[in-house]
């Protein structure tokens, strides 16, 4: 009994020390979640001063300064001396897009407000931007790590797209939606995963009782 007793007091000790051993290995994984979602709304916030420009014809000794702010004064009915001030830095970057599409380089730009940004959004949404008799896109500037967590998200997205059901994308990752009423929030790849086998079997249902309710 006495070394049946020294046994168990061995192998609960052995037990503790896994215990502390794994209460030490998830305090250092939530350190580094916490440590990549500060890094990650840092990169997010930075963000919220850019917008990207598609599609604006390249020209040899161009001034990217002048031209965006002659193009986005116009836009929102301001001067072009007032347009400059608003505007950190402009400059061109290849993108996978532009070069798929044989686009010109995509302009992006740093405006010294957030507003500033914001208000040519909206502007952008009533009125097409031109450049030389072509359309400019205007985009938002979304930071490498998002845009490639959303690509996990796609096989949904474009299901709610197709089923016209709009949504909005959550910050570090996922999705945000209304479906039947329902608020949904699907912030791991394996709830979208089930939500969306869930929506194939009841689109069938519904297929069914549609068919059954015609005959």
């Known amino acids: ?3 049946y007793g020294e046994r168990i007091k061995k192998i609960e000790e052995q037990q503790e020390q896994k215990d502390k ?3 030490s290995f998830n305090t250092r994984l939530n ?4 440590d990549h979602n500060e890094l990650l709304r840092g990169e997010i916030d930075r963000s919220e001063f850019y917008l990207r420009f598609q599609n604006v014809e390249e020209e040899k000794g161009e001034n990217l300064l002048e031209i965006m702010a002659q193009i986005l004064a116009e836009l929102l009915e301001i001067t072009e001396a007032k347009m400059r001030d608003g505007i950190d830095e402009t400059f061109r970057i290849y993108t996978r897009y532009a070069t798929r599409n044989k ?3 995509e302009i992006h730009i740093r405006f010294t407000k957030k507003s500033i940004k914001s ?4 502007a952008a949404r009533d009125k097409t931007l031109k450049y030389n008799n072509k359309d400019i896109m205007v985009l938002k500037q979304v930071p490498r790590r998002i845009r490639e967590s959303r690509r996990e998200y796609v096989f949904l997205s474009k299901e709610l797209l197709r089923r016209g059901v709009n949504y909005r994308w959550l910050i570090p990752e996922g999705l945000l939606f209304v479906w039947w009423e329902q608020r949904h929030r699907i912030n791991t790849v394996e709830k979208a995963e089930l939500f969306y086998d869930e929506l194939e079997e009841l689109i069938v249902e519904l297929s069914k009782e549609h068919a059954a309710t015609n005959n």
């Open 1 to 3: 009994m006495e070394k």
């Open 21 to 23: 051993e794994m209460g």
């Open 31 to 34: 350190e580094v979640e916490r």
């Open 103 to 105: 686009l010109p380089r």
């Open 119 to 122: 208000q040519i959004l909206q």
